[in-house]
């Protein structure tokens, strides 16, 4: 008697057992088609952006090329390279053309397993970065970036003349751009940390070296032909 009693909570258990994943697989399986669909449509917002911005390509240019000057004339090198900067410029505008249709469709891909108040929080959090990458942006190409450029090439040296490649002044201006919106997220970012847990003045100052380390570190670009490391000064 007790053994039919044994067998038959185990059959019990394990029906129950089954149906808890016969039932969650499903659902798991509607979030994954739910990601592979909104992940399709970021893609075709990121092609239809890249090829919507080719008629403008002169424009994009013309703003890519402002903070050079008339002094200065941009070379490629390689018999492809014109054709690589016009795509390397339209890949650049479709990422920006195509970055609010990705961040709506994280929103509303993780809306439902948020609360309310968490998602206000992080709605904000959200709204209050793109802000500032873009003020940071703003600041490097109207301010930094000529600036940096005007120094970089104000060299005299003797029997050698600037020549710059269309390629590496396409990177160079990229990375600087990026570096001033990421650096325009340090407030946000001192912001979140003290939320998480509050910082005296004497934790501000302690870690201000790494800050101007790291603030250093984004204005060299070596990789790209240019450094603007002599103009960072202790």
């Known amino acids: 008697m007790m053994k039919r009693v044994v067998h038959r909570n185990l059959a019990k258990r394990k029906t129950s057992n089954s149906s808890q ?14 990601l592979q669909w909104r992940l399709a449509i970021v893609v075709l917002a990121f092609l239809a952006t890249g090829v919507a911005v080719y008629p403008f390509f002169d424009k994009i240019v013309a703003l890519l090329l402002k903070p050079l000057g008339n002094n200065l004339s941009l070379v490629y090198l390689t018999p492809g390279g014109a054709f690589n900067f016009a795509v390397q410029v339209c890949i650049y505008a479709a990422m920006i053309g195509a970055l609010p249709v ?42 930094a970036l000529p600036a940096a ?57 302690s870690g201000q070296r790494h800050v101007i380390a790291i603030s250093g570190s984004d204005n060299c670009d070596v990789s790209s032909g240019y450094s603007n490391c002599p103009i960072e000064k202790p």
């Not at 108040?117 to 500032?132: D, E, K, N, P, Q």
């Not at 003797?158 to 001033?180: D, R, W």
Request: hydrophobic share 50%.
């Open 21 to 34: 994943v016969s039932g969650s697989s499903p659902v798991f399986m509607d979030h994954i088609r739910e």
């Open 102 to 143: 990705a961040l709506y469709h994280i929103y509303r891909f993780v809306m439902p397993a948020v609360e309310k108040t968490t998602l206000r929080g992080v709605l904000g959090y959200s709204l209050s970065s793109l802000f500032l990458a873009a003020v940071g942006v703003a600041f490097s190409y109207f301010l």
């Open 149 to 205: 450029i005007q120094f970089l090439t104000s060299f005299d040296l003797k029997n050698i003349s600037p020549m710059l490649t269309v390629e590496s002044y396409l990177s160079f201006v990229m990375t600087y751009l990026l570096a001033g919106a990421l650096l325009f997220q340090l407030p946000l970012f001192m912001t979140i940390i003290n939320r998480i847990k509050p910082m005296t003045p004497r934790m501000l100052m």
